[in-house]
């Protein structure tokens, strides 16, 4: 089954120097952006990440530094990545809480701010799959399209893999609607209100922390008790996102108060 597109819809996969958001980097990204008439454009871009690649980074992605040494930096390649992202809806597997915030970190070092993820439909297809068959991506592809996932953890297979899986998985199930919107939100486990996941939307709609000592408290019932939470995170080591939204939330918060 083909998706039924509004807008073009980008499915991503990254290869990384390791899985910490603040310190490690991207090696390799690969994107299919596939438009609503059908038409598809796909790339695989090696990036330098102006840091040795550790050994066990490269046992799983199988690239060196010798690999990379004389690509692009990814402030090198940052604006014209957020231009082909950019007015797309994103696809991964596994990407709302691993890619998307990585490459969300590289393009704030970078000093980009073209793309907003959170202007964009998240469709995670490891989310759905784990939904409905709680496996992993090699068992997926063998499982949905009933092929061996040549060269895993390459970002280009595993980004094509990912890509016939959503396909494979509309037609097998019913009650999956090929509408983005619904996609979306079947592929969302807890609505975040950083890409990180450290403050979550509870069911009342309220931001709420999801970690630490005030983990289940909305922000503003700690912001009231413990004012200087938000500088003790600031000066942290967490997502640059996450202390951006942090501070946002903070400045609203005083902004709200002043004006009550």
């Known amino acids: 089954m083909e998706l039924n597109l509004t807008k073009p819809i980008i499915f991503f996969d990254l290869e990384t120097t390791g899985v910490n958001f603040q310190t490690d980097r991207i090696v390799e990204v690969s994107y299919i952006k596939i438009h609503p008439n059908g038409t598809e454009e796909s790339r695989t871009i090696r990036v330098n990440p102006e840091r040795p690649?550790?050994?066990?980074a490269t046992a799983v992605h199988h690239i060196t530094d010798e690999d990379v040494a004389n690509e692009r930096t990814f402030k090198e390649i940052a604006r014209?990545?957020?231009?082909?992202?950019?007015?797309?809806?994103?696809?991964?597997?596994?990407?709302?809480?691993?890619?998307?915030?990585?490459?969300?970190?590289?393009?704030?070092?970078?000093?980009?701010?073209?793309?907003?993820?959170?202007?964009?439909?998240?469709?995670?297809?490891?989310?759905?799959?784990?939904?409905?068959?709680?496996?992993?991506?090699?068992?997926?592809?063998?499982?949905?399209?009933?092929?061996?996932?040549?060269d895993a953890h390459s970002a280009q297979a595993d980004t094509r893999a990912t890509y016939e899986v959503l396909k494979a998985q509309l037609d097998r199930y019913p009650s999956l609607k090929n509408d983005?919107?619904?996609?979306?939100?079947?592929?969302?486990?807890?609505?975040?209100?950083?890409?990180?996941g450290r403050i979550v939307y509870n069911e009342h709609g309220c931001e709420t922390f999801n970690f630490g000592k005030h983990k289940g408290k909305t922000v503003n019932e700690v912001f009231a008790t413990d004012p200087n939470y938000c500088d003790w995170i600031q000066k942290s080591d967490f997502a640059e996102n996450t202390k951006r939204v942090v501070l946002r939330l903070y400045t609203k918060f005083l902004l709200d108060k002043k004006n009550a």
């Open 53 to 56: 690649i550790p050994a066990e």
């Open 80 to 150: 014209e990545l957020a231009r082909i992202f950019t007015g797309c809806d994103i696809g991964g597997f596994n990407s709302n809480k691993f890619d998307i915030p990585l490459l969300m970190e590289e393009f704030i070092r970078a000093g980009v701010d073209d793309f907003d993820p959170s202007r964009c439909r998240l469709i995670d297809v490891q989310t759905i799959f784990h939904k409905m068959e709680q496996r992993t991506l090699v068992a997926a592809y063998k499982f949905y399209c009933g092929k061996d996932l040549e």
């Open 180 to 196: 983005i919107d619904f996609l979306s939100d079947f592929s969302t486990q807890k609505k975040n209100v950083d890409l990180a």
